[in-house]
């Protein structure tokens, strides 16, 4: 395959706790495991030096230089004002002129998203843009959103998450006609007071298959399959299962350490936990999509490991190649359209 053919994914070489060296052996590992094609966007004489602790290179792995690092604790307008050359706004061009597919980072979640918004645009008939989180349930995974992009929702911006999330989830995980959940403080129909009501009606409006309310309890319990909520609730929820993850792992270390039974049961029982592990861990998907932006953005933990890299590139690929783009600027105007009709706000 020629360059030119190759379809590649830009990557913010510079963005998260460990970078570049947890970025750069993650996109080695994509490369080279996964068969992807990765642009390393940042300073290129540091990603030289970073690249300088390997022996081979692999074909598909190519530097694009960007001069200016955004930092996690910068304003997220920074990437507008003083760091107009960043990886993020280099990342954002790179696929708005095609030469790449998708964009990655574990950097800093608001300047990704001001970055995006504004090199991308918004997808037409989407006011608001969502990031929308796996966490684990009973039969796979549950698609949470908003989990930090909007803080403030007006019902028309969760009805249009539940458009977005329902797309996401049924072209690029998998999920046959998704079930569509509102997060409220009970599942009845009037709960949530006279925000929550109008929030259930522009749902259940939404053209989804909206259940109706649910409840914290039902992002684990299978019963739904995607959840929306604004995003500060949405960013509770995300770190609040993240930390209960960590600790169940690392209560059974300390258990089996402290006890040769416990010990003893856990190897037996290794198979399980594996797979608890596996369901827990953040670092099996990688990355969270940003939705409703007029390109495919995926956004890491900042804590990335060079697997949770390799893992947010491979999901990446599949967002891009999905065509949800599409369907949802296809589908969000006429939904709009009627939910104005319907005196929707």
Same mark, same amino acid.
């Given at each position: 395959m020629s360059a030119d053919e190759r379809r590649? %994914?830009?990557?913010?070489? *510079?963005?998260?706790?460990?970078? +570049?060296a947890v970025t750069v052996s993650g996109a080695l590992e994509a490369v080279q495991s996964l068969g992807l094609s990765v642009y390393l966007v940042g300073p290129a004489r540091r990603i030289r030096r970073e690249l300088g602790r390997f022996r081979f290179l692999p074909d598909g792995l190519e530097i694009v230089d960007a +001069?200016? =690092?955004v930092e996690m604790d910068?304003? +997220?307008?920074? =990437?507008?004002?003083?760091?107009?050359?960043?990886?993020?706004?280099?990342? !954002?061009?790179?696929? #708005?002129? &095609?030469? @790449?597919?998708?964009?990655? *980072? @574990? /950097?800093?979640t &608001?300047?990704?998203?001001? !970055?995006a918004r504004s090199v991308l645009g918004m997808i037409e008939g989407v006011d608001r843009p969502a990031l929308a989180a796996l966490l684990p349930q009973r039969n796979g995974h549950t698609l949470v959103l908003d989990v930090g992009a909007t803080m403030e929702c007006r019902p028309r911006h969760l009805m249009q998450f539940a458009i977005m999330g329902a797309l996401y989830a049924e072209h690029v995980l998998g999920v046959t006609d998704p079930r569509v959940g509102l997060m409220s403080v009970g599942e009845e129909e009037g709960k949530g007071g006279k925000r929550g009501r109008e929030q259930f009606r522009i749902l259940s409006g939404a053209g989804v298959r909206f259940v109706g309310n649910v409840e914290g309890r039902d992002v684990f319990s299978g019963e =739904?399959?995607? %959840?929306v909520c604004d995003g500060f609730t949405g960013n509770v929820i995300l770190k609040v299962a993240e930390?209960? /993850?960590?600790? %169940?792992? *690392? *209560?059974?270390?300390?258990? !089996? #350490? #402290?006890?040769p039974i416990y010990g003893a049961g856990l190897l037996m029982a290794k198979g399980a936990f594996r797979s608890l592990k596996r369901r827990v861990d953040y670092s099996e998907y990688g &990355?969270? +999509?940003?939705?409703g932006v007029g390109g495919a953005c995926l956004i890491g933990h900042g804590r990335s490991s060079s697997k949770a890299i390799r893992s947010a590139l491979?999901?990446?690929?599949?967002?891009? /190649?999905?065509?949800?783009?599409?369907?949802?600027? @296809?589908?969000m105007p006429a939904t709009q359209e009627a939910t104005e009709a319907g005196g929707g706000s």
């Amino acid at each position: 395959m020629s360059a030119d053919e190759r379809r590649f %994914i830009a990557l913010d070489a *510079t963005g998260g706790d460990d970078a +570049p060296a947890v970025t750069v052996s993650g996109a080695l590992e994509a490369v080279q495991s996964l068969g992807l094609s990765v642009y390393l966007v940042g300073p290129a004489r540091r990603i030289r030096r970073e690249l300088g602790r390997f022996r081979f290179l692999p074909d598909g792995l190519e530097i694009v230089d960007a +001069p200016d =690092v955004v930092e996690m604790d910068d304003s +997220p307008l920074v =990437v507008l004002r003083q760091k107009k050359r960043s990886s993020l706004n280099v990342c !954002a061009e790179l696929v #708005r002129d &095609g030469q @790449a597919t998708a964009m990655v *980072t @574990a /950097g800093n979640t &608001g300047a990704a998203w001001v !970055a995006a918004r504004s090199v991308l645009g918004m997808i037409e008939g989407v006011d608001r843009p969502a990031l929308a989180a796996l966490l684990p349930q009973r039969n796979g995974h549950t698609l949470v959103l908003d989990v930090g992009a909007t803080m403030e929702c007006r019902p028309r911006h969760l009805m249009q998450f539940a458009i977005m999330g329902a797309l996401y989830a049924e072209h690029v995980l998998g999920v046959t006609d998704p079930r569509v959940g509102l997060m409220s403080v009970g599942e009845e129909e009037g709960k949530g007071g006279k925000r929550g009501r109008e929030q259930f009606r522009i749902l259940s409006g939404a053209g989804v298959r909206f259940v109706g309310n649910v409840e914290g309890r039902d992002v684990f319990s299978g019963e =739904v399959d995607v %959840i929306v909520c604004d995003g500060f609730t949405g960013n509770v929820i995300l770190k609040v299962a993240e930390g209960l /993850g960590e600790m %169940i792992l *690392t *209560t059974l270390k300390e258990e !089996a #350490r #402290r006890s040769p039974i416990y010990g003893a049961g856990l190897l037996m029982a290794k198979g399980a936990f594996r797979s608890l592990k596996r369901r827990v861990d953040y670092s099996e998907y990688g &990355g969270a +999509p940003l939705l409703g932006v007029g390109g495919a953005c995926l956004i890491g933990h900042g804590r990335s490991s060079s697997k949770a890299i390799r893992s947010a590139l491979r999901s990446a690929q599949m967002y891009a /190649g999905s065509q949800v783009l599409k369907r949802i600027e @296809a589908k969000m105007p006429a939904t709009q359209e009627a939910t104005e009709a319907g005196g929707g706000s």
